[in-house]
């Protein structure tokens, strides 16, 4: 069995670097696209075509260097790079467009960078088979690895998990008064569903209720993590509380003209990288920083909901203003 292998932003072959040596049966693209010839056991030809990164940001396109070279049963493209047409949580990197690689009459890209899975075109065979254990909170659902068959028809795809933990969110909603009984009865049923499942979980929950003013999410929290047994286990890391009264508020969003980019926005800043960017200037203000307080993934959800329900009182006084 042969191994084709191409680096990214995140393992790139650094000059003068020493690197593991592989088994002899990896063969490693270099910094210019190559192209290489495998032969099957049924006599089946594959010529691959790939680069790896030598630096950590590749800004250019390079889709122009990949050009098919004589014949072959299949051609197949290996490339660590951005969809440009897609907004993405990921630095853009080596760009393309999903049109210009149809163009290339390759029989399959296999593509790297993005962490999620995603079939982009099965004719041809376009792929992000995303990485194959989700790393944070963001990276959520099951991961693994993909066995892509192809044929004259197109590409076929077959995943498969290898991710022994698996980040999830759960959103309980709960009717009437929180009260603690009902509270516990709804957790403890959504947590043993978990529980059943052969692998483990690490939860992000989310309560929805009428007035969830008072509860403390902590306590929960505390409650949850001494019930954490050995693997597989569940683990909630995050637990919030919010009231369905904001969370109905945010339908106006969806009679803007500009919805798509309000939406989009609202993602970007629920980024804890953005976020922080976007407020450091007042803890670097010096008049100010002395009375803020460290916050919290908690206390930064508040603050944006609490933009979100200005921007919805403004937007209803432009509307009464209108009538």
């Not at 693209?29 to 950590?56: A, D, I, P």
Request: include cysteine; charge should be negative; glycine fraction near 6%.
């Amino acid at each position: 069995m042969t191994f084709f292998l191409i680096h990214g932003n995140h393992d790139f072959l650094e000059k003068d670097r020493d690197v593991l040596e592989l088994p002899e049966n990896v063969f490693t693209f270099g910094e210019t696209v190559q192209c290489v010839t495998w032969k099957g056991k049924f006599g089946e030809t594959v010529r691959l075509y790939g680069f790896s990164y030598t630096e950590r940001h590749v800004r250019e396109k390079r889709l122009n260097e990949f050009q098919k070279q004589g014949e072959a049963d299949f051609h197949i493209a290996l490339l660590h790079g951005s969809e440009e047409t897609k907004s993405s949580e990921h630095d853009v990197y080596a760009p393309f467009n999903l049109s210009e690689l149809k163009q290339k009459g390759f029989d399959y890209w296999a593509l790297g960078h993005i962490h999620k899975r995603e079939i982009l075109s099965e004719q041809p065979g376009v792929y992000y088979p995303g990485n194959i254990q989700g790393r944070n909170r963001k990276e959520v659902g099951a991961k693994g690895g993909t066995i892509v068959e192809l044929s004259p028809k197109g590409a076929s795809f077959e995943f498969f998990e290898t991710a022994p933990v698996v980040w999830d969110k759960l959103q309980i909603e709960l009717e009437g008064k929180v009260d603690q009984t009902t509270l516990f009865r709804k957790l403890e049923k959504s947590l043993q569903s978990h529980r059943e499942k052969s692998r483990s979980y690490i939860l992000e929950l989310e309560v929805l209720a009428e007035n969830p003013d008072g509860v403390s999410s902590a306590d929960w929290l505390q409650m949850f993590e001494d019930e954490v047994s050995a693997a597989p286990f569940v683990w909630v890391n995050a637990l919030k509380f919010t009231s369905k009264q904001s969370q109905s508020n945010d339908s106006w969003q969806q009679d803007l003209l500009l919805a798509d980019e309000l939406k989009a926005a609202i993602q970007e800043l629920r980024e804890e990288e953005t976020f922080f960017e976007t407020i450091e200037s007042l803890y670097l203000h010096p008049g100010v920083r002395q009375y803020l307080t460290e916050l919290d993934e908690e206390k930064q959800e508040q603050l944006l909901s609490a933009a979100l329900m200005k921007l919805n009182e403004t937007y209803a006084e432009i509307e009464d203003g209108k009538k």
